[in-house]
């Protein structure tokens, strides 16, 4: 059994609860333990302290990895931006002047930070701790027969360097792969590899721009798979492409309307548990995925 | 167009803007432009321009800029600069310098993160999470010791300090 403190962030237990309980279910019955982090705060995401102060995002960064350290545990987070915003922040926080500085402000709240607690992303626990024999082993309802395209989430990707945790160089293959250990047909387009758009400012600085951008991808989904879902790994990708769906649908002749999971609501599904508590909360109805889940 | 000619230049504005020398050997290559979603924006976000005009000391168009907040913090341009530039962190590094510079560019969730620790009403969905079968988090809000350590922790940084009115009451 391995061990991890759970780190939610903001939006997945605030919004898209059904995700964090598909991840409560689903990671224990594959061995893998996970413990609430009483007192946590928001990561911080990009556009907040790492906008404005230095200082104040690595001390942030630091409160929230502190009290995994404090118990001994490495973090594993789902959230893309929190992934992205707690891994700079562990690199950064090598430098070892930016580290006392850091201890200097954390003393302020009673806390202290040596760099040892890790930040790992649910799907590199997934593939890398688990491994994808076992999720294959250990499910008892399968996608087969559904084809399904995957979203790679930018902020487990790049820089490759502070974030990555493919295991080989080249295309990354890690959600395809876990994808494919459920028994769906996973298919690939020519613009699997774009970004989906949803996250930081650009949607608030040229809406019109942002939606293009994802209606790009989805005409692409669209005219080149018998994609039946699509499958993300992070609360940012599955919001944005669920939601948005229904305005671009409203905006142009084209309809979309293709699912959007998360891939532990996936796994919590063929590991037996019940939708009306791990994929309940959608934009675009789920339900013709979830009935073929058999 | 960049124009000199109009442009009053600081010189070493850089090193104001950004705690990393790697910024000198940007090129010019737009390899951070060629992967950017923002740069479908409009005004588009132009990274390798920014790096010019904060090497040029141009700090009037710096200051003026809004495109460095249309970032979707992909990391994208990070992967692919072949000079190490960390442009990414280029565009969050020139966001907090206009921050320092001008208290109007203060992004509010600082504030609420201050308050309540989180840009989301996480201990406040009780009802949502009750309708998945989910019941409340260990939040920060539960331990007003903690609350109160780290409102104490981030009123030692220099956002919070000087501009403290902002965030009492
Ligand atoms: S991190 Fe920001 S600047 Fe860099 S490619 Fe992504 S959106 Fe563009
Ligand atoms: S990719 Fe790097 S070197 Fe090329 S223009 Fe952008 S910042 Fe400069």
């Not at chain 1, 930070?113 to 491994?131: A, I, P, Q």
């Not at chain 1, 080989?168 to 970004?195: F, N, R, W």
């Not at chain 1, 996250?199 to 939606?211: I, N, Q, R």
């Not at chain 2, 992967?79 to 509010?108: H, K, S, Y």
Request: hydrophobic share 40%; proline share 6%; aromatic share 8%.
């Amino acid at each position: 059994m391995s061990k991890y403190g759970l780190f939610l962030g903001c939006n997945t237990p605030a919004l898209r609860p059904d995700v964090e309980h598909a991840i409560r279910k689903s990671m224990p019955q594959l061995g893998v333990d996970l413990v609430d982090l009483p007192g946590f705060v928001c990561c911080p995401a990009f556009g907040t302290f790492p906008s404005a102060d230095e200082d104040a995002q690595l001390a942030t960064n630091a409160w929230n990895l502190s009290l995994g350290e404090a118990e001994g545990l490495d973090l594993a987070v789902q959230c893309g931006s929190c992934y992205s915003s707690l891994s700079m922040g562990s690199h950064l926080l090598k430098d070892p002047k930016k580290l006392t500085r850091t201890n200097e402000l954390l003393a302020k709240g009673g806390r202290s930070f040596k760099g040892e607690s890790k930040v790992r992303h649910m799907m590199d626990v997934l593939y890398n701790d688990v491994g994808v024999d076992k999720i294959s082993k250990t499910i008892t309802k399968s996608l087969k027969g559904l084809h399904g395209i995957v979203q790679f989430p930018c902020h487990t990707l790049y820089p490759s360097e502070v974030v990555g945790f493919e295991p080989d160089k080249g295309p990354p293959h890690v959600l395809p792969d876990l994808l494919e250990a459920l028994g769906a047909t996973v298919e690939h387009y020519s613009l699997e590899y774009q970004c989906c758009g949803g996250a930081g400012g650009f949607h608030k600085a040229d809406a019109p721009a942002a939606h293009n951008f994802l209606k790009s991808k989805l005409d692409a989904i669209k005219t080149e798979t018998k994609a039946d879902f699509i499958v993300v790994s992070c609360i940012t990708c599955l919001m944005w492409m669920d939601v948005q769906q229904k305005p671009l649908s409203e905006a142009g002749e084209e309809t979309y309307n293709i699912p959007v999971f998360d891939y532990n609501q996936l796994l919590a599904l063929c590991l037996g548990a019940p939708a009306e508590q791990v994929a309940a909360i959608s934009t675009i109805n789920r339900d013709a995925v979830i009935e073929k889940i058999k | 167009m960049i124009d000199l000619e109009q442009s009053e230049v600081i010189p070493d504005m850089w090193k104001d803007v950004f705690d990393s020398e790697d910024i000198r050997f940007c090129f010019n290559c737009g390899s951070c432009i060629s992967v950017c979603p923002a740069s479908n924006a409009s005004p588009p976000l132009l990274i390798r321009r920014l790096a010019r005009l904060v090497l040029l000391g141009l700090e009037d168009e710096l200051l003026d800029e809004d495109t460095p907040w249309s970032c979707v913090s992909c990391s994208r341009c990070e992967e692919v600069c072949p000079m190490g530039v960390r442009p990414f962190e280029l565009g969050l590094a020139i966001r907090r310098w206009q921050v320092r510079n001008d208290e109007t560019r203060i992004p509010p969730s600082i504030v609420e993160l201050y308050k309540e620790g989180y840009t989301q009403p996480v201990s406040k969905a009780v009802a949502l999470r009750a309708s998945v079968g989910l019941g409340e988090l260990p939040t920060i809000d539960k331990y007003p010791e903690m609350l109160k350590g780290y409102q104490d922790m981030l009123m030692a940084t220099d956002v919070v300090s000087n501009n403290d009115y902002m965030f009492k009451g």
